[in-house]
């Protein structure tokens, strides 16, 4: 399993921009996927965005043109540009990495956009 350490969380207003970071213990070369998930009070946990080995992005429709997942193989972190925030952004932002049938998780980022 890997170790991920997530930041970057924070108030911004609406139509503003945040960038989270999740860095791993280790190399994320060997990683087949690392993604972000969002859980909102009273909602389901949903995956947001997601990167493979390869480079193959994925993203809900909803953020779709406003986020942008990305890693710097170097830093062993995954990052996650949002723009044009909106108050239904607003969760608790979870990495995850998987290798295999091993999954392992990041501590979650509180995210709010909030006049």
């Known amino acids: 399993q890997v170790q991920l350490v997530e930041s970057g969380g924070g108030l911004v207003q609406p139509g503003g921009s945040l960038r989270l970071s999740c860095t791993a213990s280790?190399?994320?070369?060997?990683?087949?996927?690392m993604g972000w998930y969002r859980q909102a009070p009273g909602k389901q946990r949903e995956l947001v965005a997601a990167?493979?080995?390869?480079?193959?992005?994925n993203y809900v429709d909803s953020v779709k043109g406003r986020f942008t997942i990305s890693r710097d193989n170097a830093k062993n972190t995954v990052y996650l540009q949002m723009n044009s925030l909106k108050p239904d952004d607003t969760a608790v932002y979870y990495c995850?990495?998987?290798?295999?049938?091993?999954?392992?998780w990041g501590q979650g980022t509180q995210v709010v956009v909030s006049s």
């Open positions: 995850n990495a998987a290798v295999g049938h091993l999954r392992s």
């Open positions: 280790g190399s994320i070369f060997s990683i087949d996927v």
């Open positions: 990167i493979t080995s390869s480079g193959v992005t």
